[in-house]
């Protein structure tokens, strides 16, 4: 079985550089059961949740229910802070089987701006699974919806890794045979320039639709696209 890790989208730049679409990263603490017995657990979690300053109670339901509905990674805590990060990281070698795990979200930093040109991105539909599994998809994966984002999909967002496990016939596992790290996509520069795009923007606000600056690459000239 494959413990999926999530790829990091390509970012989407103007033409001078300037960063219009990225990908923040969040970071959650996870446990694999499979190597973490129910004795070196009543261990680890005194020393997590005074490390962390963490309710003792919460991650040791969550371990528990984890165990209790098979998963092969349980997460104990979300969206780490800074210091939650670097005090685990000091210490991580005192704690087999936890480890920190990234995921990933997309982030606009202009916000709205150029959004009809850019695009956005969205979980895939179950519907849609069935025929994108094919390609590398997971459940819930994202994918580009529109402009940008849906016109390079390819170009942008990356390949999935992952750790493959061996389990037995009763879906205990027996051990780990390998890691394979995701692949990042690859990142795009438009000609769209971020200066004009926020000028034609604020000149145009009162009307309807929008326009996108850019310009052709064929003799250079600066053009709007309503």
Partial sequence: RLIAKEPIRGK????NGEVLVTSKLNYSLIIKPQFVTETIWQKYKYSIA????IPL?????KYKNGVKSKKYSINLVNNLSVDQIIKFK?????????????????DYPFKTLGSHALGYTSAIT???FKILSKQGYRI???IGRTGVEAAYEKHLRGEWGGEMIEVNANDIVQKSLGVKPP????????TLDLTLQKIAEEVLKDKKGGAVIVMDPRDGAIRAIA
């Fill in 90 to 106: 000091e210490n991580e070698g005192k704690f087999f089987g936890i480890e920190i795990l990234r995921k990933v979200k997309r």
């Fill in 12 to 15: 989407i730049l103007d033409k």
């Fill in 183 to 190: 692949r990042e996509g690859k990142d795009l520069i438009l």
């Fill in 57 to 61: 109670e919460k991650i040791d339901l």
């Fill in 50 to 53: 005074n490390l962390l300053n």
């Fill in 126 to 128: 179950n519907s849609e």
């Fill in 140 to 142: 819930n994966d994202l």
